[in-house]
């Protein structure tokens, strides 16, 4: 299996001067040195928000990801954020392995050999092998 894009989705409540971030870094194929997939900010967003973001990427088999997850009320009077989901999707493709193939492949090849095999001889005579030989007495 490839995972081929990452999805990232946060419910944050964030008031007056409030802030509440999610950064998430990553790459693939791991080990890796993770670069900003997506940065999802609330400021001032309202008393409760849903974000999500989705990065597409070139199919690989596998992924490190790394999250710097910031809620910040400011310490000012009235200021609130809060955190309370941040979720992580991750999207895989089937890639059949080689094997599986190889046998398909020989499947097909031998399905085609006995057809052309079948065409042949509902086509043609058959001969016989055998000869007459005549007896003398």
């Given at each position: 299996?490839?995972?081929?894009?990452?999805?990232?989705?946060?419910?944050?409540?964030?008031?007056?001067?409030?802030?509440?971030?999610?950064?998430?870094?990553?790459?693939?194929?791991?080990p890796c040195t993770p670069g900003t997939?997506?940065?999802?900010?609330?400021?001032?967003?309202?008393?409760?928000?849903?974000?999500?973001?989705?990065?597409?990427?070139?199919?690989?088999?596998?992924?490190?990801?790394?999250?710097?997850?910031?809620?910040?009320?400011?310490?000012?009077?009235?200021?609130?954020?809060?955190?309370?989901?941040?979720?992580?999707?991750?999207?895989?493709?089937?890639?059949?392995?080689?094997?599986?193939?190889?046998?398909?492949?020989?499947?097909?090849?031998?399905?085609?050999?006995?057809?052309?095999?079948?065409?042949?001889?509902?086509?043609?005579?058959?001969?016989?092998?055998?000869?007459?030989?005549?007896?003398?007495?």
């Amino acid at each position: 299996m490839l995972i081929e894009d990452a999805g990232l989705a946060q419910v944050s409540s964030v008031l007056a001067n409030g802030l509440a971030t999610v950064k998430e870094n990553g790459c693939g194929p791991a080990p890796c040195t993770p670069g900003t997939f997506t940065v999802l900010t609330f400021d001032n967003g309202g008393p409760t928000s849903q974000v999500f973001n989705d990065t597409l990427f070139s199919p690989t088999g596998s992924v490190e990801v790394s999250k710097d997850i910031n809620v910040n009320g400011r310490n000012l009077p009235g200021s609130f954020a809060s955190l309370s989901i941040v979720n992580d999707t991750f999207s895989q493709t089937y890639v059949p392995e080689p094997a599986s193939l190889t046998l398909l492949g020989s499947a097909l090849l031998g399905l085609g050999l006995l057809s052309r095999r079948r065409t042949r001889s509902t086509t043609s005579p058959r001969r016989s092998g055998r000869r007459a030989i005549a007896m003398s007495s």
